[in-house]
């Protein structure tokens, strides 16, 4: 199905939706501040080398020092590798190998490597509060079908596909990698890719490779070789695919950045590339600022009158399917099964969008004929198999529920632009103001048994004072004769409903 793809810039953000016939069918965000270290591959230098816990820590050049465990250093990993060259051991300091020549991983980390050493190293984990960045000298590079093993010979596939796939697809591999050198293994959502795709792939990691390597040869230490691609890069090598007529870009230079990297990597993906000019925003276009708003919300309408409900939660995601005001049919039996048949292709679609991963179970309308069964069922299934991501779909089980599971490639739409309610923490929803009063008035009996203070002040949200200035006012007064002691109130502006101090003063 033809697509286009609008690529809105802007320094703090880039934001990428596909459009397949007028609607958004996937939206991807990347914030500049955001963007994280892992697979970011450096020349570090040995700052120092700790026996006891068989470590080094290595400056890459930021902050602290990154970490690098002996586990990660392999014997097939050298300086020649690395560096291009051939150097004897005792000159490996200017080389950028992970390992000296002959190095065995039984052997201490203290005589594989040496503190002042240049050693190539890819990152595994972001810093986190003190701790710095923890390393590999295993240098692997993603692409979009498989992951390149520079270092190694091994051909794998991912054990996520069929096993009575594995070996075919296996020596595909081996028959497309024979010349160049260096290990892949085969993506899963490569299963059913074609060989020009793949060797467009091979091509592309590695001349990525060959880059690195000439990098590592002229680069000072604590230099960074290699940086995982941009989300507009991603977008040539990820999405773009015969079916796409266009790539739009509304800014001048990432377009140019973009037609260079293409020409150089993606020769295919060149001639797709527009600059947009227009003045009205590119994302007004189709109205992706609108789906996106629709895509944050729980309910989505359909065009028929009903409607969905989606809910995430941290095990699996729901979705409840409803009639809503639909009565379009000539029976209700007609009605359920239009308003299943139209809720399919909308689930599919919510998926995408929102990016939802995981378990997802869907509660479509109870249909008692089986031949709308099994055509709902095969539009769903039709609509998903759309989906880039990898997907599986399961019947209907015996209480009308069809489950299914779609990979988790990166956060859910909710999760990159939102964040829990300060006010519920996520419960989405939260204690009336005069359920908060009782809270309050049985506090203060609890606290009135244990201490004895000259006065009790309650400082709690606006709403939650005015109830007991009000129609709380006589409970109020009857626990402060009770316990002896007066009771007064203190509004304050920065305390959600649920919150409330009782001081003893």
């Known amino acids: 199905m033809a697509q286009d793809i609008l690529i809105n810039w802007s320094p703090q953000e880039t934001r990428v939706a596909v459009v397949e016939q007028g609607a958004v069918q996937d939206v991807l965000v990347e914030r500049t501040l955001e963007r994280g270290l892992v697979g970011n591959v450096y020349l570090g230098k040995v700052s120092r080398v700790l026996p006891g816990m068989q470590s080094a820590f290595i400056d890459i050049g930021l902050d602290r020092a990154a970490f690098l465990h002996v586990a990660d250093l392999m014997p097939n990993i050298n ?119 793949l060797a467009e792939d091979i091509a592309y990691l590695r001349k990525t490779w060959a880059h690195i390597k000439n990098g590592a040869t002229r680069l000072p230490p604590a230099s960074l070789l290699y940086q995982d691609l941009t989300l507009l890069q991603r977008v040539l090598r990820d999405l773009a695919g015969a079916q796409t007529q266009a790539i739009r870009v509304d800014s001048r230079e990432q377009f140019a950045q973009l037609e260079a990297f293409a020409r150089e990597y993606m020769p295919s993906t060149q001639d797709r590339l527009q600059l947009y000019t227009g003045e009205r925003p590119i994302f007004d276009l189709h109205n992706v600022d609108e789906d996106i708003a629709r895509a944050l919300s729980r309910r989505v309408e359909l065009k028929s009158g009903g409607y969905l409900v989606i809910d995430q939660t941290e095990a699996l995601t729901t979705v409840d399917v409803n009639t809503g005001g639909y009565v379009g049919a000539r029976n209700f039996d007609d009605t359920v099964f239009r308003t299943n048949l139209e809720a399919a292709q909308a689930i599919a679609r919510q998926l995408r969008l929102r990016n939802l ?149």
Request: proline residues 4%.
């Open 79 to 197: 300086a020649r590798h690395a560096a291009g060259k051939d150097k004897p051991a005792a000159n490996a300091s200017a080389s950028a190998g992970a390992a000296l020549p002959g190095a065995d991983a039984a052997l201490p980390i203290e005589r594989q490597i040496f503190e002042g050493q240049s050693l190539m190293v890819q990152v595994l984990k972001d810093p986190i509060g003190t701790k710095g960045a923890r390393l590999t000298a295993q240098i692997s590079i993603a692409g979009r079908l498989l992951v390149f093993l520079p270092q190694d010979k091994h051909i794998g596939v991912s054990q996520k596909i069929p096993f009575a796939q594995r070996e075919s697809l296996r020596q595909r591999l081996v028959a497309l990698t024979e010349e160049g050198g260096g290990g892949f293994i085969l993506r899963t959502n490569a299963e059913d890719t074609s060989d020009e795709e």
């Open 357 to 505: 991963g995981g378990i997802i179970i869907v509660d479509f309308i109870d249909m008692v004929r089986d031949d709308h069964r099994e055509a709902v069922l095969s539009e769903f299934r039709k609509q998903i198999g759309r989906d880039r991501v990898k997907t599986m779909v399961g019947g209907f089980s015996q209480l009308g529920l069809v489950e299914m599971t779609r990979k988790r490639t990166r956060e859910s739409l909710a999760q990159m632009l939102t964040e829990t309610c300060p006010a519920c923490e996520g419960k989405g929803r939260v204690k009336t103001p005069r359920s908060v009063c009782y809270d309050i008035l049985r506090e203060i009996l609890r606290e009135a048994r244990a201490f004895n203070p000259r006065e009790f002040r309650i400082v709690a949200s606006s709403q939650v004072v005015e109830l007991f200035l009000d129609e709380e006012s006589a409970h109020l007064a009857g626990l402060s004769d009770f316990i002896g002691k007066p009771i007064s109130l203190q509004a304050e502006g920065s305390m959600t409903q649920e919150q409330y101090d009782i001081v003893l003063l």
